[in-house]
Each structure stands twice: as structure tokens, then as C-alpha cells.
């Protein structure tokens, strides 16, 4: 199982830009989504996304607080100070998706929890970590 | 070993331990014979699980569980363009 990648939805370039995300100074939140879900690069506001995990078996609807952070000058990569961790509690947590989204706001981007793609099952008293790339949710340098 | 030259004693004792060895050897078969039923079920079973489907796989692991997951996305890209 190999999770895919970070893609931003298509107004998250513009929103980033226009200062509608101010990343390391708004709060921002990761959630769970099913395979069912719309998520897709056309998605807009967190709202406008269908079902998402729903608030059970240790999972909260509207997912969990991160906190993004911008390090470097010439490469500058935005991060997640702490990875956030699921514990399934009472029941599975099964996803398909993960997206970072601005509380009350847009959908800055989303991956695969497996690329396959496929669902990806938390059983009963384990944990599902969403843990950081080494190169961050992004990094901004010079073309090569 | 001449066993003509062996007392009746040494021979009673001589057919004791032959017995015993045999009761042994046969414990031992016992066990071999398991193992390799436990090693043909095994791969039997694990025959099985590369012919399952998604959903089969999932169903088992809501079953028994596969632990604790960890999740690494990889970085976004972004393509700059300059002038």
C-alpha cells in the first residue's frame, strides 16, 4: 500500500496567491473521506465535499487541527508541525481519502491513502497516521 | 548385537527399550506428519489470499486486523514558469 501524493484542487494555486490561505497563519484541518466522496481537483469549499467519514469509531467529523508551517528561504517547503494520528475506537476507520481544507473555508489539497486506489482500514484499537513526506505537503524553489 | 549370547534378562530388557524407541519414533512421525499438514494448510491459505479480491481482502482485514497503519502522502508539485 503506498499512498499517492498531494494534489492541490484547481483554485488552491489562486487562493495561495490572493492570500485567501495564509498558510502558516490560518487554521487549517486534515479529513477522512470515503471512496464514495467527491473530492476531486474541481472541489472548491470543504462544504461542498460529500461524505466524509462520518464522526465514529474515533474519527470527528471535520477531521483534526493541524498546523502548517513555511521553512527555508531559496527552497521553501510548508510542513505539518505534528503528523495527525487516528485511533480506531469501537469499530474500523476506513477511508479513501485525505484532504487539508481551511476551516470555514477552501479545500487547499488532497491525496489517495493508497494509490491503487484503494481504502485503507484502521481496525479496532490501531492507529492511522497521516505522516509527513521528508519534502512536506510542498515545497517552492527555483526551476532546476 | 548376537542376541543368542544374551541372558533371558538382557534380552527382556533389550525387546523393553526396542518397544520404547518404537513408541519414540512413533511420536516423532506423529509430529512430522503435523508439521507438514500445518505447512500445506498454510500454503493453501496463502494460495487463497493472492486469488482474493479487493473487497475479500478487506473483509478479512476488518476481521482480524492489520495493525496499525501509517500513511505517507508524497509532496505536492508546482510548476513555476518564468519569464
Not at chain 2, 534378562?9 to 525387546?15: K, Q, V
Amino acid at each position: 500500500m503506498a499512498a499517492g501524493a498531494w494534489q492541490f484542487v484547481d483554485g488552491a494555486r489562486a487562493d495561495m496567491l490572493d492570500g485567501t490561505f495564509d498558510l502558516d497563519s490560518d487554521t487549517f484541518k486534515m479529513a477522512l473521506f470515503l471512496s464514495t466522496s467527491n473530492l476531486s481537483t474541481s472541489s472548491t469549499t470543504f462544504a461542498g465535499v460529500t461524505n466524509e467519514h462520518s464522526g465514529v469509531n474515533g474519527y470527528t467529523s471535520g477531521g483534526a487541527s493541524i498546523t502548517l508551517s513555511i521553512s527555508g528561504t531559496t527552497t521553501v517547503t510548508v510542513d505539518i508541525d505534528t503528523d495527525p494520528v487516528w485511533t480506531a475506537d469501537g469499530g474500523s476507520i476506513t477511508a479513501r481519502f485525505a484532504c487539508i481544507y481551511e476551516v470555514a473555508g477552501n479545500v487547499l489539497c488532497f491525496c489517495l491513502l493508497d494509490s491503487a486506489p484503494g481504502d485503507v482500514t484502521a481496525t479496532d484499537g490501531n492507529t492511522l497516521t497521516m505522516q509527513t513526506h521528508a519534502n512536506g505537503v510542498f515545497t517552492l524553489a527555483d526551476a532546476a | 548385537m548376537d542376541y543368542s549370547k544374551m541372558s533371558v534378562d538382557e534380552l527382556i530388557n533389550e525387546s523393553i527399550k526396542l518397544k520404547r524407541e518404537i513408541a519414540e519414533l512413533k511420536d516423532r512421525r506423529v509430529a512430522i506428519k503435523e508439521a507438514i499438514k500445518r505447512n500445506n494448510d498454510e500454503a493453501a491459505i496463502r494460495a487463497k489470499l493472492g486469488k482474493l479480491s479487493e473487497g475479500e481482502r478487506n473483509a478479512l482485514r476488518e476481521v482480524y486486523g492489520l495493525g496499525d497503519v501509517v500513511v505517507t502522502p508524497g509532496p505536492a508539485r508546482l510548476n513555476l514558469k518564468g519569464g
